[in-house]
Nanobody, 122 residues
Framework: VQLQASGGGVVQAGDSLRLSCAAS????????IAWFRQAPGKEREFVAV????????YYADSVKGRFTISRDNAKDTVYLQMNSLKPEDSAVYYC????????????????WGQGTLVTVSS
């Protein structure tokens, strides 16, 4: 499966953005999809994950209550709605697809998109 992330941009603290992860290839609706992010000089970190049906989700503590992950299998797309953005949310956001269950480890995801940059100014 090929993934393409989009929707990043430059916003102010407190604003909202919605990222999209569009997939092509077979069996998208069988994959668990996760969002990770990587700030300059830092490791890539887990943000949120959603299972194949959309019925189960899991979030990093740093984004819980502010970010919402969802998916539309008819459109082969996963979304990350980001509200109340903070400067520390600035990073390149990547989506990954895996065949395992929900998890926060990068090793669980076999396919990655190219990333989309989010910059939050104070």
């Amino acid at each position: 499966v090929q993934l393409q992330a989009s929707g990043g941009g430059v916003v102010q603290a407190g604003d909202s953005l919605r990222l999209s992860c569009a997939a092509s290839g077979r069996a998208f609706n069988s994959y668990t999809i996760a969002w990770f992010r990587q700030a300059p000089g830092k490791e890539r970190e887990f943000v949120a994950v959603i299972n194949w049906s959309g019925g189960s989700t899991y979030y990093a503590d740093s984004v819980k209550g502010r970010f919402t992950i969802s998916r539309d299998n008819a459109k082969d797309t996963v979304y990350l709605q980001m509200n109340s953005l903070k400067p520390e949310d600035s990073a390149v956001y990547y989506c990954g697809a895996g065949a395992s269950g929900l998890g926060s480890s990068r090793r669980m995801y076999d396919y990655w998109g190219q990333g989309t940059l989010v910059t939050v100014s104070s």
